[in-house]
């Protein structure tokens, strides 16, 4: 990269002269430092790339809960302790960023990060980024590895995916370099995607220059394409299909991580009655709109509870969001479960649609999804605006279903707008968005579970196709827009939603054998709206044909906690009605022991945290919203 484009000066360092980054950690080939990730890694006769920048830590900051990024005289950042938190800070443009990481996992199931960025106009946006990156790979580092390893031995569970592994990271490899030259070419503005995507790329590059700094003992750094391999943790069985070196690129998603998840069974392309989809999205609108909730559980395996809540304060230029809090998990710069609250107003969720037909895959991606979902989350002022833009930059993987709320147009007691809440689906090849605004006011609530609702993308799915095929089948209500068990599940439960402790038990929900579903052969655990696929029944028997995997969490907000980017929280499988997910027996011994749990508890058997935007961030409860 041009030095003179990333010559920058700090008004607090003026007297040490501009600031240029090392010319070793310009976006070059790598030098010699070793494998990608040990064992774990498929590529490993790739160079880890050097550190974009010179980074070094400074004294105290091991164990430190708060760090600031400085720059030093000979032009490299620092990354220093602050003993008074964020709030200490003192002068605005002192530090580049600076982050406050809790750890509170083994308490409550979630750990907490908040990050901001220096408002200097002088200093280069992608600098701060970059600084902000370096902060969180440090000071997340423990658990970064615990998840980088979990995720990668997931993988791997399905042999399949050893030849497939190396011809993604490959494909990554090639999407790396893409973006390296984009952002040496430095013409993107930032308020396109394109400059967005350069200042993903090195908060990616400083989380993993961050982590290689505090795993300075020995251990194996991450690369790049590993990076983007735990950032797309939500559409890695699409991007295994479809960049995965498969001669067929039209395949069904049937990679063994998901394979229950999304409802296919090992031998066939239909969903089998024990198996179910990828999340459940609730939107609902109270009787005399007197409020407004908004509501995600994701289902993913319970090996990837290790869950940070995020908080990241970017004042960046030509944005509309500079505050974002979400769910996410370590070293990844988006939510991949998707929940998003945005001081722009937004609020933003998804689900993972379920696709029974084979599909034609693109071979390649320019702008990964995860950083593309960043920059319309950034750069979106209104609903419309924010699907516009998701179809814009459409990559034919991360199939979803996603429900776009604008908070700014709803007042309590007021009729809903039109405008306030689109829908957008995307399909390999296909994306259908509308304002659904209305369907929200005539019906009360939007639910959403896996399934295509727009024709032309259930025609793409092949969800019509397979639902005519099972015909009477008790198969056939899984392919149904508004008869699959959660659609009849939340259809009678939802008019019960008249508070936020109503919507905390409608998001963990889960009767096992005792839900108001038609077909007894679909009374089960895995079709709950928070899933328990490890479980056959009511008293916490083993599913002998399930996994551990379902409902891992669930968060909601309401529009009196959004107008603070406030929500509510909770990390574990549900265990309202059903016993607490544990990983080992009465007998001490390993209940799932083929499946990776490093440096999750034993037992997930926590409670609903209230998420406030600061640094002390998981707190009780709090009762001034109902």
């Known amino acids: 990269m041009r030095a003179a484009l990333w010559a920058v000066t700090v008004a607090t360092a003026a007297a040490r002269g501009p600031l240029h980054f090392v010319e070793q950690g310009n976006f070059r080939k790598a030098g010699s430092r070793g494998g990608d990730s040990g064992a774990l890694a498929p590529d490993d006769a790739q160079d880890v790339e050097p550190a974009?920048?010179?980074?070094?830590?400074?004294?105290?900051?091991?164990?430190?809960?708060?760090?600031?990024?400085?720059?030093?005289?000979?032009?490299?950042?620092?990354?220093?302790?602050?003993?008074?938190?964020?709030?200490?800070?003192?002068?605005?443009?002192?530090?580049?960023?600076?982050?406050?990481?809790?750890?509170?996992?083994?308490?409550?199931?979630?750990?907490?990060?908040?990050?901001?960025?220096?408002?200097?106009?002088?200093?280069?946006?992608?600098?701060?980024?970059?600084?902000?990156?370096?902060?969180?790979?440090?000071?997340?580092?423990?658990?970064?590895?615990?998840?980088?390893?979990?995720?990668?031995?997931?993988?791997?569970?399905?042999?399949?995916?050893?030849?497939?592994?190396?011809?993604?990271?490959?494909?990554?490899?090639?999407?790396?370099?893409?973006?390296?030259?984009?952002?040496?070419?430095?013409?993107?503005s930032a308020s396109s995607v394109d400059g967005q995507a350069r200042l993903a790329l090195l908060q990616t590059w400083g989380v993993r220059d961050g982590y290689a700094l505090a795993a300075e003992d020995g251990k194996a750094s991450l690369s790049m394409p590993d990076m983007f391999v735990m950032n797309s943790d939500g559409v890695i069985d699409e991007l295994l299909t479809a960049l995965g070196g498969s001669e067929d690129a039209s395949l069904v998603q049937r990679t063994a991580r998901r394979q229950r998840l999304r409802g296919l069974a090992p031998d066939?392309?239909?969903?089998?009655?024990?198996?179910?989809?990828?999340?459940?999205?609730?939107?609902?609108?109270?009787?005399?709109?007197?409020?407004?909730?908004?509501?995600?559980?994701?289902?993913e395996s319970f090996s990837e509870m290790t869950r940070i809540w995020k908080v990241y304060d970017f004042p960046l230029q030509d944005v509309a969001a500079k505050k974002i809090s979400f769910s996410s998990y370590p070293g990844c710069i988006s939510s991949t479960d998707d929940y998003y609250l945005m001081d722009s107003g937004l609020a933003i969720t998804e689900t993972t649609l379920s696709i029974p037909r084979k599909q034609h895959y693109p071979t390649s991606q320019r702008?990964?999804?995860?950083?593309?979902?960043?920059?319309?989350?950034?750069?979106?002022?209104?609903?419309?605006?924010?699907?516009?833009?998701?179809?814009?930059?459409?990559?034919?993987?991360?199939?979803?279903?996603?429900?776009?709320?604008?908070?700014?147009?709803?007042?309590?007691?007021?009729?809903?707008?039109?405008?306030?809440?689109?829908?957008?689906?995307?399909?390999?090849?296909?994306?259908?968005?509308?304002?659904?605004?209305?369907?929200?006011?005539?019906?009360?609530?939007?639910?959403?579970?896996?399934?295509?609702?727009?024709?032309?993308?259930?025609?793409?799915?092949?969800?019509?196709?397979?639902?005519?095929?099972?015909?009477?089948?008790?198969?056939?209500?899984?392919?149904?827009?508004?008869?699959?068990?959660?659609?009849?599940?939340?259809?009678?439960?939802?008019?019960?939603?008249?508070?936020?402790?109503?919507?905390?038990a409608e998001m963990t929900e889960n009767k096992g054998t005792n839900e108001p579903v038609d077909q007894p052969a679909l009374q089960v655990p895995s079709f709950a709206v928070s899933a328990r696929s490890d479980l056959a029944d009511n008293e916490g028997h083993k599913n002998s044909d399930g996994s551990p995997d379902g409902g891992v969490d669930a968060k909601i907000t309401s529009s009196?906690?959004?107008?603070?980017?406030?929500?509510?929280?909770?990390?574990?499988?549900?265990?309202?009605?059903?016993?607490?997910?544990?990983?080992?027996?009465?007998?001490?011994?390993?209940?799932?022991?083929?499946?990776?749990?490093?440096?999750?508890?034993?037992?997930?058997n926590f409670d609903w945290v209230q998420v406030n935007p600061q640094e002390n961030m998981l707190n009780s409860l709090d009762s001034a919203c109902q």
């Open 268 to 299: 066939s392309n239909y969903r089998a009655p024990t198996e179910s989809g990828h999340c459940t999205g609730v939107v609902h609108l109270a009787d005399g709109n007197s409020e407004l909730y908004f509501g995600h559980t994701t289902w």
């Open 367 to 504: 702008v990964p999804d995860f950083i593309r979902i960043m920059a319309a989350n950034r750069l979106s002022s209104t609903s419309e605006d924010w699907v516009r833009s998701m179809v814009d930059s459409a990559t034919g993987t991360y199939s979803s279903q996603w429900m776009v709320m604008d908070y700014k147009k709803f007042t309590p007691g007021q009729e809903l707008p039109d405008g306030s809440f689109y829908v957008l689906e995307q399909a390999p090849g296909t994306s259908h968005y509308e304002d659904m605004s209305g369907n929200l006011r005539d019906k009360r609530y939007w639910a959403s579970f896996d399934r295509a609702y727009f024709d032309d993308v259930r025609a793409t799915t092949g969800d019509d196709a397979m639902q005519q095929r099972e015909g009477r089948k008790p198969e056939a209500e899984l392919f149904s827009k508004d008869h699959t068990p959660r659609a009849q599940i939340v259809k009678q439960t939802q008019a019960g939603i008249t508070s936020l402790a109503a919507m905390r």
């Open 560 to 604: 009196c906690l959004f107008r603070s980017l406030t929500a509510q929280a909770i990390s574990s499988p549900s265990h309202t009605t059903l016993p607490a997910f544990k990983w080992t027996g009465a007998d001490g011994q390993q209940v799932w022991p083929e499946y990776p749990h490093e440096g999750l508890p034993d037992e997930a």
């Open 52 to 188: 974009w920048a010179s980074v070094s830590a400074g004294a105290s900051v091991a164990g430190a809960e708060s760090l600031g990024a400085k720059v030093t005289s000979d032009g490299g950042i620092e990354l220093v302790a602050l003993t008074g938190g964020l709030e200490g800070i003192t002068g605005a443009d002192e530090y580049l960023a600076s982050g406050t990481f809790q750890d509170k996992l083994p308490e409550v199931g979630w750990s907490s990060l908040m990050l901001r960025t220096s408002e200097a106009q002088q200093v280069d946006d992608g600098v701060k980024m970059y600084a902000a990156g370096a902060i969180e790979g440090f000071l997340t580092s423990k658990r970064m590895r615990e998840f980088s390893h979990n995720s990668r031995a997931l993988l791997q569970l399905n042999p399949d995916n050893n030849d497939k592994l190396p011809h993604l990271m490959k494909a990554l490899r090639q999407t790396v370099e893409g973006l390296k030259a984009m952002s040496e070419e430095g013409s993107a």
